[in-house]
């Protein structure tokens, strides 16, 4: 079993910053990832980081965010600069369990990010 726990969100104007934090405990995980939704709005893709440091975003995000990991501390994060009222959502982390294909089995309660304009 494995638990995430996010951190960090909160009210942020137009062009600020945040770092969103997820500690994850319990099994080992493998590739970690941030999803966003909005209200009344599919839960979306946000960026990913594998065990090993490789990183992909949306393009959404592209240039603006920036994920990452300490795996001694088994801690993703989300570095989110130049913030935009339309990244205004719940952020979700997630984690697959190790293996080639694994897929997100593991969420966590998400924290909420508001960007006002």
């Known amino acids: 079993q494995v638990q995430l726990v996010e951190s960090g969100g909160g009210l942020v104007q137009a062009g600020g910053s945040l770092r969103l934090s997820c500690a994850a405990s319990?099994?080992?995980?493998?590739?970690m990832g941030w999803f966003r939704q909005a209200p009344g709005k599919e839960r979306a893709f946000v960026a990913t980081?594998?065990?090993?440091?490789?990183?992909y975003y949306a393009d959404s995000v592209k240039g603006r965010f920036t994920i990452s990991r300490d795996n001694a501390k088994n801690t993703v994060y989300l570095q989110m600069s130049s913030l935009k009222p339309e990244d205004t959502a719940v952020y979700y982390c997630a984690a697959a369990p190790p293996g080639a294909g694994g897929s997100y089995n593991y969420w966590g309660q998400g924290t909420q990010v508001t960007v006002s304009s």
């Open positions: 319990g099994r080992t995980v493998s590739r």
């Open positions: 980081i594998s065990s090993g440091g490789s990183t």
